[in-house]
C-alpha cells in the first residue's frame, strides 16, 4: 500500500537491523486518515471470506481493526495483555512473549465474544517473529471459531513470522512489508497486489 510505505519513508525510524519505530503515526500518536485508509484496504482484500468478527491486539492493533471492523460492519474484539478487575468472565488465554519488551504476557478474551461460528480475522500493526499472531489464533481457536486470515500494518519479512503463519496454511495480508532494515534504511518487497 503506498500511501503507507510513504509514510513509513518520511515518518519512521530505523532503530536497528531489527526494530522500525512508528511513534508519529501507528504506535503512539495515530494518524486516522491513515487509519481510514488501512480500514478500507482491509476490508476489500477480505471481503470475500464472509468474516463475522475481528480479533487484535491491545493496544496498537486497536486503530487499523476498528477502520476495518468499520468498513467490514463487523465487531473488533481487543486481547487484554493484562488481567483486569472487570475481566471477570470465563476467559480463553494464550501466552505471549513481546518482541518489543521481551516479556511474557497472559493475552486474554472474554468467552461470550468468541462463537463457534464467527469467522475471524485477525489483525495486528507488525508482524515480526509471529507471538502475537500466534496468540490470538490459539485463542481464537479455543473458541471453537475459524480464522479466516491475518491483517498486518507492517509485516517485517526477513524474521519469521509470516513463514510461521503460513505453514499453518493461514493467509497472511499484510500492507507493507519490509525486507530489510539494514545500513539504517527502510527497503520493501515489491508487492504484486498494488
Ligand atoms: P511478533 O509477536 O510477531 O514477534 O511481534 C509483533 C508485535 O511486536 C507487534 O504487536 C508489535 O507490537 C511489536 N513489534 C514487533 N516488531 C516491531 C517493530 O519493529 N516496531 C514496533 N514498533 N513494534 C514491533
Given amino acids: 500500500m503506498r500511501l503507507l510505505e510513504e509514510k513509513i519513508i518520511s515518518e519512521g525510524r530505523v532503530l536497528s537491523d531489527q526494530v522500525l519505530k512508528v511513534d508519529s503515526f501507528l504506535n503512539h500518536q495515530i494518524d486516522p486518515s491513515l487509519m481510514n485508509e488501512i480500514g478500507k484496504e482491509f476490508a476489500a482484500r477480505f471481503v470475500n471470506e464472509g468474516i463475522t468478527k475481528i480479533v487484535t491486539i491491545e493496544s496498537s492493533g486497536i486503530a487499523p481493526a476498528i477502520m476495518a ?46 462463537d463457534s461460528n464467527d469467522r475471524v480475522l485477525i489483525i495486528d500493526d507488525f508482524l515480526a517473529n509471529g507471538q502475537a499472531a500466534l496468540g490470538l489464533v490459539e485463542i481464537v481457536q ?53
Avoid: C, W
Fill in 142 to 194: 479455543q473458541s471453537g471459531a475459524q480464522v479466516m486470515g491475518i491483517g498486518i500494518v507492517i509485516e517485517k519479512s526477513f524474521q519469521k513470522g509470516t513463514e510461521k503463519l503460513k505453514e499453518l496454511g493461514l493467509r497472511v495480508e499484510s500492507l507493507a512489508r519490509i525486507a530489510s532494515l539494514t545500513n539504517g534504511e527502510v527497503q520493501f518487497i515489491n508487492d504484486k497486489v498494488e
Fill in 69 to 114: 471492523g468499520l468498513y467490514m460492519n463487523i465487531p473488533v474484539v481487543f486481547a487484554r495483555k493484562r488481567k483486569s478487575l472487570t475481566l471477570t468472565d470465563d476467559l480463553l488465554t494464550a501466552s505471549v512473549h513481546s518482541f518489543t519488551k521481551n516479556e511474557t504476557n497472559e493475552i486474554s478474551i472474554a468467552k461470550k465474544y468468541l
